[in-house]
């Protein structure tokens, strides 16, 4: 499974690569080596993980860059988007319907289930796909 190749990756504020990442940084981290996608750092736009107002802020400002997808049809490589604080804060790869890839503090990298893991499940604001490849599953391989 592709994933795998993410599960070592260490939590770090900012981070954007391998040595360590935050939940976006892993996000790009994953576009880039598997989608051949470069997504914006937007590292500039909060302090740490804990700013979830400029998270949140940012992620409004930014959401047109996604489709939304209507739960149930998500699909590999769609971002699930989850509240922190009643604020739209984490952000997740979906690597098949039902199972996601995490970066978060205290945690590092890790492999949830956002169906059925009550932490997740609550939290669900929505999945997105990239605007700019709407049908993403023709540029990926199995």
């Not at 940084?25 to 590292?43: A, W």
């Not at 949830?112 to 604001?125: F, G, I, P």
């Amino acid at each position: 499974m592709w994933s795998n190749d993410y599960i070592h990756v260490q939590f770090k504020d900012h981070g954007r690569s391998k040595v360590g990442a935050d939940c976006w940084g892993l996000v790009r981290i994953i576009y880039q080596e598997r989608l051949g996608i470069i997504l914006p750092s937007y590292d500039e736009v909060y302090t740490d993980v804990l700013d979830r107002q400029g998270i949140a802020d940012n992620y409004q400002q930014h959401r047109q860059d996604w489709l939304p997808i209507e739960q149930g049809f998500e699909k590999e490589y769609d971002l699930a988007v989850f509240r922190m604080l009643n604020l739209p804060t984490h952000v997740a790869v979906v690597i098949k319907p039902n199972l996601m890839i995490h970066c978060e503090r205290g945690c590092g990298t890790c492999v949830s289930d956002y169906k059925e893991e009550r932490q997740w499940s609550r939290r669900l604001e929505g999945f997105y796909r990239y605007a700019a490849s709407s049908d993403i599953s023709s540029t990926v391989s199995p």
